[in-house]
């Protein structure tokens, strides 16, 4: 286990510092020039060189990027140049918002997939696994901002039952914090559930088909306890890596849907920082998201090894 543990530390840590490489390259792509973005309509040049000397704008590149790497090592993110914020600061505002998001979100992909997933494999062939695939089909490709918009036309504008964006922080009122999160959780849920429908009706056949449960039936164990007792444990194995590795993906892959309903997420803190030049904002978003990837990459391969006893020697 300390092995396995020293292993995936070894890469992860080489695969953050390229990911932050990348992250500070490409952002130095993007058209424009950031000093003039900040120095507002009238763009006096005294106040542009002030800018490019202040952000290190006139540095070469790799200054800029060991300068920028050795903030971070000392747990420094910058300042936003938008909100004059300290990013850090900001970070931690924003994280728990996509954090309770990807949680709900999971959370729903769970209560419809397993379920949906266990009835398609035993009802193999039948009308429930084929409504089950045509659920799948469906999760998997409707866009995430285009169901977003039709639940708000429905459940906000002619029914008016949920409201159509915006967050209220659950310290305030939780009834008021599941209702504003209620939607776009079922927006990023649908997806993922129709991802881990699939896994595991997959697993459930090929657990069916195993030695072990037909001798189970042989000896005339019942049909229900020989699913939950022998055949579900074993094929819900790989889906528990799975959907670690799912949960790591909401958190990264919330921008449309936080953008839709509003929410001050890491999606909505990326976006305004592209739009508003703020460089600094999307390396820290971008590098810490990749680190949560990471984390729960990480945390998936650990769950894995402890479901399945034969892999910890």
């Given at each position: 286990m300390t092995a396995l543990l020293l292993r995936r530390l070894g890469v992860?840590?080489?695969?953050?510092?390229?990911?932050?490489?990348m992250v500070f390259g490409l952002q130095k792509l993007l058209p424009g020039d950031p000093a003039l973005a900040l120095a507002?309509?009238?763009?006096?040049?005294?106040?542009?060189?002030?800018?490019?000397?202040?952000?290190?704008?006139?540095?070469?590149?790799?200054?800029?990027?060991?300068?920028?790497?050795?903030?971070?090592?000392?747990?420094?993110?910058?300042?936003?140049?938008?909100?004059?914020l300290p990013i850090g600061t900001m970070l931690a505002?924003?994280?728990?918002?996509?954090?309770?998001?990807?949680?709900l979100s999971m959370l729903v992909a769970l209560v419809l997939g397993l379920p949906i997933g266990?009835?398609?494999?035993?009802?193999?062939?039948?009308?429930?696994?084929?409504?089950a695939s045509l659920f799948g089909l469906a999760g998997l490709?409707?866009?995430?901002?285009?169901?977003?918009?039709?639940?708000?036309?429905?459940?906000?504008?002619?029914?008016?039952?949920?409201?159509a964006g915006g967050y209220v922080p659950p310290s305030e009122s939780l009834w008021g914090n599941l209702k504003s999160m209620l939607m776009p959780a079922f927006v990023l849920g649908t997806g993922t559930a129709a991802?881990?429908?699939?896994?595991?009706?997959s697993a459930m056949i090929q657990a069916m088909k195993q030695d072990y449960v037909r001798t189970a039936r042989a000896k005339g164990v019942k049909e229900r306890k020989l699913v939950l007792r022998h055949a579900l444990p074993n094929a819900l194995i790989p889906v528990v890596t799975l959907g670690t590795l799912q949960f790591g993906e909401l958190l990264a892959?919330?921008?449309?849907t936080e953008q839709v309903f509003s929410i001050p997420g890491f999606g909505k803190m990326i976006v305004d920082g592209v739009f508003g030049r703020d460089y600094a904002v999307v390396q820290a978003v971008v590098l810490c998201t990749a680190a949560v990837f990471l984390l729960m990459s990480f945390l998936a391969d650990l769950a894995y090894v402890l479901l399945n006893p034969r892999l910890r020697t």
């Open positions: 992860a840590l080489p695969t953050l510092l390229l990911v932050s490489m507002g309509e009238e763009r006096s040049p005294e106040v542009i060189e002030y800018l490019r000397e202040k952000y290190r704008f006139n540095d070469p590149v790799p200054v800029q990027y060991a300068a920028w790497l050795g903030g971070l090592l000392q747990g420094d993110f910058g300042t936003s140049v938008r909100t004059r505002e924003k994280l728990p918002v996509t954090i309770e998001l990807a949680f266990i009835i398609a494999a035993l009802k193999r062939g039948s009308a429930l696994d084929y409504g490709s409707i866009p995430n901002f285009w169901l977003g918009i039709m639940l708000i036309l429905l459940f906000s504008v002619n029914l008016g039952w949920l409201p991802i881990i429908m699939r896994h595991t009706r892959g919330a921008v449309l």
